[in-house]
């Protein structure tokens, strides 16, 4: 298999520009250029660097105990980890379904997740490259300088995070790792002081998610040209669509698109992803690459998260972020939009989406009162999956007699952008280094068009699959020495006729 | 008024100079730091940021105060951390992770090699010929991981899963004031 600009030819003799640590993203990362005498671009490859082994240490652990040790994956989106756990949890004791109340007090805390994690990308991490430009002066290029040029909006955007945090801290009992959600429902109601407070806020919250959605297409109006073919490039999409194909983040079922918007999974359960999701692994990163079995590597790879989101769903159901959407699929004027830049708009469309819904969840007495907990018929296995800030999130467990967790299996959301991220810094290599002299301004273009995809690279560092994968070994000169898959069925197969040079 | 008088230079008092960073940590001890919510806005006033994941800073240069999150899982952590050693007068371990390697300290009865090969091979059915990530590009992972204070010299602790925002806040005033930081029983936790 070969991908453009991942692999060159011959590395030998080429000079090597690294972007380390890529920052303004959460976690470790860091970029590679190969470059030949002439400046031309030969390799472009985005490393994961660090490895921390979770899902094996999970492994022995108390089942109870999981949801709370996960979220330790990442201090960002915890929630998400803590609830998908949870939901997958629910199948080992059987609580299918939670009551009402813990169904809606965790949509609360996911929603204010959502909300929280969207408003840190977008205007502490981002908003400095959208709002000085890509190459302005880097002291400045921060949420410092964002709030000496521009408070009002560096106001908006501490205090956006700061509802969703609060929602989070109301629900969970804490803002960063707490310990509301458990196996089988949750601990706790949300308080009425809590709720009252919230709700007094939440007028100006959405007036506020509002502004950050104009604010967000805006900006993309500005230069749109720019901003429409900086990093793009046409992919699949996946995400988790409510049954009747509204937008939910909570729950779901699988839905995936061809690049040209047609439906090429709709429906699938989550509890049946490993028939759909295959990962492989590459030597030269910690971070596997996900793709669609059916489609194979090359044609299955796709993008998760906002931009998938907004353009996989039929409709968003709260009227103010609906309105948007709509807005934001006329842009593609009848073709998905591919603008790696356009998640920015997507992420605050739903952005203002979770401020609808935690004004909805607020007003629901099942919040205050109201059974907590189930348990039923004790099961061994169970998946849960959820849409977390960054995108699809998959947690698979298997758990013995003895309530220790026998297996563990995390695809996170950042796992699923693995080779998008990695086709969008090429795109921008392509386009802006091949041929000149390398800058600063333009080393950070590479990251610019990685923070779109909002990269969580410690959850990625943490997800080892078992999944079906496919090695090929490497000579020197590139060539394929051996090639070795394992079946779905766990099979291994040697597939010698895959002898061909790979050809950077 | 004598003359002359406003004429004389006002010098604005230096801003502190941080420096953070996210070692084999989850970022969380960094978002409990912006849990501060619009105190951070005060901070700006007062501090200014050397490298951390919030600039665009790749190396840290000289700075009176370093905040690492996260133990030491790999090589690179380490010469980072020696690096933040070597830059701030003023070194703090922040949570848990620094402090006692935290969570991801779980893996250490685990031998790393095994646990490798159980991931990429083993564990995925293979034989010969699949491959641990190995490229020069990725740092060695350690043995086991490590709390910082094993490595550097640190000065103050600031214990938590994440310490609070309050307790943040209150340890960087009292350290920008130029008072021994003291932080009261209900902001030290350990959870």
Not at chain 1, 114 to 135: C, E, N, T, V
Not at chain 2, 96 to 116: E, F, K, M, V, Y
Request: hydrophobic fraction near 40%.
């Amino acid at each position: 298999m070969t991908f453009d600009l991942e692999t060159a030819a011959s590395p030998k003799g080429l000079r090597r520009v690294a972007i380390d640590p890529v920052s303004r993203v959460e976690g470790h990362g860091k970029v590679t250029i190969l470059l030949d005498d002439q400046h031309r671009v030969k390799q472009v490859r985005l490393h994961i660097v660090e490895f921390r082994g979770f899902e094996k240490f999970i492994e022995g652990r108390p089942y109870w105990e999981v949801p709370v040790m996960v979220q330790r994956l990442c201090g960002i989106c915890p929630v998400s980890h803590h609830l998908a756990a949870s939901k997958a949890m629910d199948l080992i004791v059987g609580a299918v379904p939670v009551t009402a109340s813990a169904t809606k007090i965790r949509r609360l805390m996911h929603y204010g997740q959502i909300m929280q994690s969207h408003a840190l990308h977008f205007f502490h991490l981002s908003s400095p490259d959208l709002l000085f430009g890509f190459d302005s002066d880097v002291a400045r290029r921060n949420i410092v300088g964002v709030a000496m040029a521009y408070p009002d909006i560096a106001k908006k955007g501490v205090l956006l995070r700061k509802f969703g945090q609060e929602v989070i801290r109301a629900t969970a009992g804490k803002r960063v790792h707490g310990t509301g959600s458990v196996p089988g429902g949750v601990n706790k109601h949300v308080s009425r002081a809590d709720r009252d407070a919230l709700r007094k806020d939440l007028p100006q919250m959405l007036e506020w998610a509002q502004d950050a959605v104009n604010l967000a297409r805006q900006l993309h109006m500005q230069d749109a040209a720019m901003h429409d073919s900086f990093g793009s490039f046409r992919s699949n999409m996946l995400s988790l669509v409510r049954a009747d194909g509204a937008m939910d983040l909570y729950d779901g079922v699988l839905r995936a698109r061809d690049a040209s918007g047609r439906l090429i999974l709709d429906g699938a359960s989550d509890q049946g992803y490993l028939d759909l999701i295959e990962e492989e692994v590459r030597p030269w990163s910690y971070m596997k690459f996900p793709h669609l079995r059916a489609l194979g590597p090359e044609k299955g790879w796709y993008r998760v998260g906002p931009l998938a989101r907004v353009q996989n769903c039929d409709f968003i159901p709260t009227p103010l972020a609906e309105a948007q959407r709509q807005e934001f699929v006329a842009w593609g004027g009848g073709e998905p939009v591919h603008a790696t830049l356009a998640y920015h708009w997507a992420r605050m469309v739903e952005a203002l989406h979770a401020v609808e819904v935690i004004g909805e969840l607020l007003d629901d007495p099942d919040i205050l009162s109201g059974g907590l907990m189930v348990t039923g018929t004790r099961r061994s296995e169970g998946v849960g999956v959820i849409e977390a800030p960054r995108g699809t999130l998959i947690h698979h467990y298997t758990v013995g007699a003895d309530d220790l967790v026998t297996m563990c299996n995390l695809i996170v959301s950042t796992t699923h952008n693995n080779q998008a991220m990695n086709e969008a810094v090429r795109s921008v290599a392509r386009e802006y280094l091949d041929g000149v002299e390398i800058t600063e301004g333009l080393l950070n273009r590479i990251e610019v068009a990685i923070r779109a995809y909002d990269p969580c690279l410690s959850c990625a560092t943490h997800a080892l699959g078992r999944m079906p994968l496919k090695v090929a070994l490497l000579g020197d000169g590139g060539e394929v020495i051996d090639h070795i898959a394992r079946s779905s069925t766990g099979e291994i197969v040697r597939d010698l006729a895959a002898r061909v040079r790979v050809d950077g | 008024m004598s003359p002359g008088t406003g004429s004389y230079p006002v010098y604005a008092p230096r801003k502190i100079k941080v420096a953070t960073v996210s070692l084999a940590g989850c970022f969380g001890c960094h978002m409990s730091l912006l849990d501060i919510d619009e105190r951070l806005l005060e901070l700006i006033q007062h501090v200014e940021f050397d490298r951390s994941p919030l600039t665009d800073i790749k190396d840290v240069g000289p700075c009176d105060i370093g905040l690492i999150e996260g133990g030491l899982c790999n090589s690179e952590n380490v010469q980072v951390l020696r690096e933040f050693r070597a830059q701030c007068k003023t070194l703090v371990a922040v949570g848990a992770c620094a402090i006692s390697g935290g969570l991801p300290a779980q893996r250490n009865h685990l031998d790393l090699a095994t646990l490798l090969t159980d991931v990429y091979h083993r564990r995925l059915g293979m034989s010969e010929g699949s491959v641990i990530p190995n490229d020069p590009e990725l740092p060695l992972p350690l043995r086991h991981v490590h709390p910082i204070h094993e490595v550097v010299h640190v000065d103050y602790s600031l214990p938590g899963c994440p310490p609070s925002a309050e307790a943040i806040w209150s340890f960087l005033s009292d350290l920008m004031a130029g008072r021994t930081p003291h932080l009261g029983p209900d902001q030290l936790r350990y959870d």
